[in-house]
């Protein structure tokens, strides 16, 4: 039996505990006797105890039968059992219990649910949604039957959903339960609870450091336990709803902070009322009202006399060629395929309707103030956000190996770009993050330069592609010490699915936010704030970027993110969100951002885009939890199980938080989340004061010990060979991206890939000959040791520059002034680059030049090419450069237009 430390999540070592019983079972049915037979009783006893701990948070099978299992084993009647736990094993491993009722002993109908794994989706749509609702009350056995007894006593045909209760006595174990169980969807806190568990088990009570810790816990007061309960739950898992039965006067609850709860019931046992209550918070979660209004519409009998010959399927119904297509896709979808804004519909550009109710859903389900779909990705989004907020010559830091749509943005706003440098990983031909001393700096520098009210923008990527995370709070706070009104724009493209996953949250853009909205409420607050502004008075820049700086109570939070739900969430291809949570946003930007939005969104947006969009939203409401749980255990079980191999050892590395993070941007020491002899790390509290820290569900493997390099191992090995696709490589990695969707077979099949991967390398190294081994060895160190060191931004020629000191510059000149052939030339990058810099000349690049991977600008227009540049792009290994073209060479701008273009910049500036 595999220890607890060897488990990240109580959910994966439940299931597997089950599992494990399971198999003991059976083979003490078939072998009762014998030595080995008392083995095996004895490790079933074991696993009894593991899984009386932990079943009392869940309905099924629910502590009485658990009870009745322990004891028939107790009895030797194993033969009875073996059914048992074989149903009960077999109904949680399908969700058969959440369909129907699953009787556990020999007595009850004698149907296989086997069949439940195999039901089609639309069965399975036809079944009423199953939950739990956690009730928490300190009673005895004879208070939980009538509890239990007189909630599923109100259950209605009508229903739209059935729930199960599940009654736990504590706070402590409410806040494991809502945790640990992610059926649960409702919590009723009545005013018997206590304050402490009899649970104590480090995977459980690792949990309760997720809802604040132990220290915080003890300080409440016991006749708040309620209402503190309900805040706490709301910190970790805000898309709950709670209900607070309580015998306080409404004065004493009215001014407290209730976090997520829905309904205060005053010292009545109103079961219909209280049940009801529930029903419609779930339902307000679950309805779609897009997909809805989508789907009534496809229902109704229209004549098309519009646009889109495919609307209705009648084009492709009446062919005798494209038939396969309808076959292929079916009737629904072009049945849905429509132009119409009437008929219950609604417009993107100007949404009334549905669109607009489920615009407002996200916005709840994201913690934002207005959100708004986008069908076409978040290259479009980025451009929209930017177009809104930034005016010509508004200085914007942006960190320079962002995504391309960014330094397109700023080419039509015509922004004054400040680039900042991300730390460089060389030994592994990748970038980090951009850490926040260099960002304090260059905002002190543009401060002390008289240009701090040109300042309009931060835009940072969170997280990177590579899976660095910003602590998001702590960059805004500081920097708003500096520019109280900046705004951010925080790029989370790969994070939508943060929100979810309570660790991950504090991290997003939108949960830092609301949290900085409310600090600066406080008085507490501003007295910090004064007494620091006091001590500071006259500091100086060394001892500003050495202190946490503490923004002022009036500062305006200003915050955008951009998320490309499809990448993570549920949401068909392009399907991606603008959250805004901006002060300012009303009275300063809403007419701005509505003619940015007209300007990038097309007048005839995919229907079935947003509608997935609102069905992607309403799954995470109400079993995201649950999903990025499972996904941070596929990414963790993924980690460790290359990590531990001796096989894989030989040719892979994981690459752990040590290695993609400077130890200074680490404060909390923390290296790796699995060590083999420690088990798992505790996550939280790297998450929680770190400076930077790695997404776990990106796993980047260094593959340059195999002797290939990350693109030919991405393409000839794992695609052609095995069929695993990857997107992110560089010259010596690969990432493993894991999402909702990922499964433990999934990452099962990977492993034994690489498995059979290793032993191959092992057997040809076996029969290699001396000069083939050497060639192997040659190749490793060519990927693992002789690696060229990333460049960073060098600078704007001066024709593009203003003022070299703070070294902003103008991207969109150069741009356009590439479109005259006559201002360019080209320069081969062997020889004719490296014999015009001997002669003293600046070669300034006309183009974005953009390598995959790394897959960002090495080069923009208006920028002077460095010999560190000139370097890296020769070692690049990589099938695509984008801008470059290798028959001709670098495209650069002639002295001639450069010195045009000084004498323009010289004229507008006297």
Not at 199 to 206: F, M, Y
Not at 256 to 275: A, K, T
Request: hydrophobic fraction near 40%.
């Amino acid at each position: 039996m595999q220890s607890m430390s060897d488990y990240y999540s109580a959910v994966q070592l439940r299931s597997d505990r089950w599992s494990a019983l399971r198999e003991k079972l059976e083979l003490l049915h078939r072998e009762p006797e014998g030595k080995r037979a008392k083995t095996v009783h004895a490790e079933a006893a074991r696993l009894f105890d593991s899984l009386g701990v932990i079943e009392r948070y869940w309905a099924f099978p629910g502590m009485a039968a658990f009870e009745q299992m322990r004891r028939q084993f107790d009895s030797g009647h194993v033969d009875d059992l073996v059914y048992t736990v074989r149903r009960a094993t077999r109904a949680m491993t399908t969700g058969a219990y959440r369909r129907r009722m699953i009787p556990l002993d020999r007595d009850g109908i004698d149907d296989d649910h086997d069949e439940e794994a195999l039901l089609p989706p639309e069965a399975r749509a036809l079944t009423k949604p199953y939950f739990e609702v956690l009730i928490v009350d300190d009673v005895n056995e004879y208070q939980e039957r009538w509890l239990k007894s007189n909630m599923t006593s109100m259950r209605r045909h009508e229903d739209p959903f059935i729930y199960e209760p599940v009654v736990v006595p504590s706070l402590k174990d409410a806040l494991i339960g809502v945790l640990f169980n992610h059926n649960i969807q409702a919590i009723v806190v009545r005013p018997g609870l206590k304050m402490d568990s009899d649970v104590d088990l480090p995977i459980l009570t690792r949990y309760l450091n997720r809802a604040g810790g132990e220290d915080t816990i003890e300080e409440i007061a016991p006749e708040n336990y309620g209402p503190e309960l309900c805040r706490m739950i709301g910190r970790v898992r805000p898309e709950l709803d709670a209900y607070l039965v309580t015998d306080r006067s409404v004065e004493d609850i009215a001014g407290l902070d209730l976090g997520i709860c829905r309904r205060v019931f005053y010292n009545q046992e109103d079961f219909m009322e209280l049940h009801l209550n529930i029903l419609r918070g779930v339902q307000a979660r679950y309805k779609t009202p897009f997909f809805t209004a989508l789907k009534e519409y496809s229902k109704q009998p229209t004549g098309v006399f519009h646009a889109m010959p495919i609307s209705r399927g009648k084009s492709i119904s009446r062919s005798h060629w494209i038939q396969d297509m309808g076959a292929f896709y079916g009737p629904n979808i072009f049945l849905a395929e429509t132009s119409a804004t009437s008929g219950g519909l609604d417009s993107l550009l100007e949404p009334h309707g549905p669109i607009k109710e489920a615009q407002e859903l996200a916005s709840r389900a994201f913690g934002s103030k207005q959100t708004f779909f986008a069908t076409n990705g978040t290259s479009t989004c980025n451009k929209i956000v930017v177009q809104a907020l930034v005016r010509p010559g508004d200085i914007v830091l942006i960190d320079r190996d962002c995504h391309k749509s960014h330094h397109y943005g700023m080419v039509l706003s015509g922004a004054q770009v400040r680039y900042l440098d991300s730390y460089p990983l060389n030994e592994y031909s990748m970038y980090g993050a951009v850490p926040l001393h260099e960002i304090k700096h260059q905002l002190l520098k543009l401060k002390a330069a008289g240009k701090l009210d040109r300042v309009r923008m931060l835009l940072l990527t969170n997280c990177t592609f590579d899976g660095i995370v910003y602590n998001v709070e702590r960059v805004m706070e500081e920097c708003l010490a500096i520019k109280p009104d900046l705004i951010f724009l925080w790029d989370e493209a790969w994070f939508a699915f943060a929100r979810f996953g309570p660790t991950y949250r504090q991290r997003t853009g939108m949960n830092a936010a609301n949290v900085l909205r409310e600090r600066l409420k406080s008085s507490a607050h501003a007295k910090a704030h004064a007494r620091q502004a006091e001590k500071l008075k006259d500091a100086d820049e060394a001892t500003l970027l050495k202190t946490r700086l503490i923004p002022p109570p009036n500062a305006r939070v200003r915050v955008y993110t951009t998320q490309s739900t499809h990448k993570t969430l549920t949401s068909l291809r392009q399907g991606s969100m603008i959250h805004v949570n901006d002060q300012d946003f009303k009275g300063e930007v809403e007419q701005s951002f509505h003619e940015a939005y007209m300007t990038h969104t097309s007048t005839s947006p995919n229907y079935q885009i947003i509608a997935s969009l609102d069905v992607g939203r309403r799954q995470v409401e109400l079993e995201g939890f649950e999903f990025v749980q499972r996904q941070v255990e596929a990414a963790m079980s993924m980690r460790r199980a290359i990590s531990t191999h001796p096989l894989l050892q030989k040719y892979f590395k994981v690459l752990t938080a040590g290695d993609m993070i400077p130890e200074q941007h680490r404060e909390s020491g923390v290296e790796s989340y699995y060590d083999p002899d420690q088990g798992w790390t505790d996550i939280w509290t790297c998450w929680e004061r770190d400076e930077f820290v790695l997404d776990a569900t990106r796993v980047t493997l260094a593959v340059g010990g195999t002797g290939w390099d990350g693109d030919t191992f991405k393409t000839e090995v794992l695609m052609d060979k095995y069929g695993i696709q990857i997107n992110k490589t560089s010259r010596n990695t690969v990432l493993f991206m894991t999402n909702i969707g990922t499964t433990r077979s999934s990452v099962a099949y990977l492993i034994e890939v690489l498995v059979e991967i290793a032993k191959e390398l092992d057997d040809r190294l076996d029969d290699a000959s001396k000069m083939e081994r050497l060639s192997f060895e040659r190749r490793v160190k060519n990927l693992m040791q002789d690696l060229p060191p990333l460049p960073d931004f060098s600078y704007f020629h001066h024709a593009f520059c203003k003022d070299a000191e703070t070294g902003e510059g103008d991207i969109r000149t150069p741009f356009f002034l590439a479109y005259d052939e006559n201002n360019c030339d080209y320069l081969e990058l062997e020889g004719g680059i490296d014999a015009e810099m001997d002669k003293g000349r600046e070669v300034v690049s006309a183009s974005f030049i953009i390598p995959y991977p790394p897959g960002f600008p090495i080069l923009v227009p208006g920028q002077v090419v460095s010999r560190e540049i000139l370097a890296f792009m020769r070692a690049l290994d990589v099938g695509e450069i984008h801008g470059y073209r290798a028959d001709l060479g670098l495209r650069v701008f002639t002295d001639e237009a450069l010195a045009l273009q000084t004498k323009k910049l010289a004229t507008a500036a006297e």
